[in-house]
């Protein structure tokens, strides 16, 4: 199977399966959004949509966030992982966007990844959650799954991942391609236990194709 004939399949499925496919985390504003990201890295997102509620009620605006104290805002989020560290930046990150961007956040990678807490995953969430462009978030989901069918080759490197499923996935469907990736990999794609019997892009899929490989070499042949 060519990469072009699997993405292909992947993305017919997908888009005929999964028409309608959003982040998980709930948000009314940029600013709740990027919050809620920031959160949500290295827990998960029912966790942060627990939390989220009476943070963005204390702290509606970047200027109510910058107002207040590490100590304040960990009050908030001690249930997440890494509190402390991920108060100290949600703090730093309102400043940020205070102090240099009115308040306002910029629909622009440089200037995302500069805020404190704000890596290249999260400016493209906002890049393509909030400002419709045609940015792929490669987190742990999309990282394991793109590989594990065989739509990258396997690269340690995300940001290699990520400039190959740009490349390859058509302009207006990048961002919707992000959550199919994670959906897919949160709940079928799973990382210790993969569920391909359950599993719609298994003809597509490398893994699949090379497990039933081995189990077809690996099964006794009948007796005359």
């Not at 982040?23 to 959004?33: D, G, I, K, M, V």
């Not at 997102?45 to 805002?73: C, G, H, Q, W």
């Amino acid at each position: 199977m060519t990469q072009k004939e699997r993405y292909a399949g992947v993305i017919g499925w997908f888009s005929e399966n999964r028409p309608v496919a959003e982040t998980e985390l709930h948000y009314s504003t940029p600013f709740e959004l990027l919050v809620a990201v920031i959160l949500s890295a290295q827990c998960t997102d029912k966790r942060i949509n627990m939390v989220t509620p009476a943070l963005f009620a204390a702290y509606p605006t970047p200027a109510d966030m910058a107002k207040a104290s590490v100590d304040e805002i960990f009050e908030y989020i001690k249930s997440v992982t890494f509190p402390n560290n991920k108060a100290r930046a949600l703090l730093g990150m309102a400043n940020a966007l205070v102090d240099l961007h009115g308040g306002e956040v910029p629909a622009d990678m440089d200037a995302l990844v500069k805020l404190p807490g704000v890596g290249r995953k999260t400016a493209n969430v906002i890049l393509s959650v909030v400002f419709g462009q045609a940015a792929m978030a490669v987190d742990t989901h999309v990282f394991r799954v793109s590989n594990r069918i065989g739509l990258t080759n396997e690269s340690p490197n995300p940001l290699v991942t990520e400039k190959t499923l740009v490349r390859h996935i058509p302009h207006e469907l990048v961002g919707k391609a992000h959550h199919w990736l994670i959906l897919h990999g949160r709940y079928v794609c799973t990382a210790r236990a993969p569920k391909c019997m359950e599993c719609g892009i298994s003809p597509w899929c490398k893994h699949y194709a090379m497990a039933i490989a081995k189990t077809t070499k690996q099964k006794p042949k009948a007796k005359p």
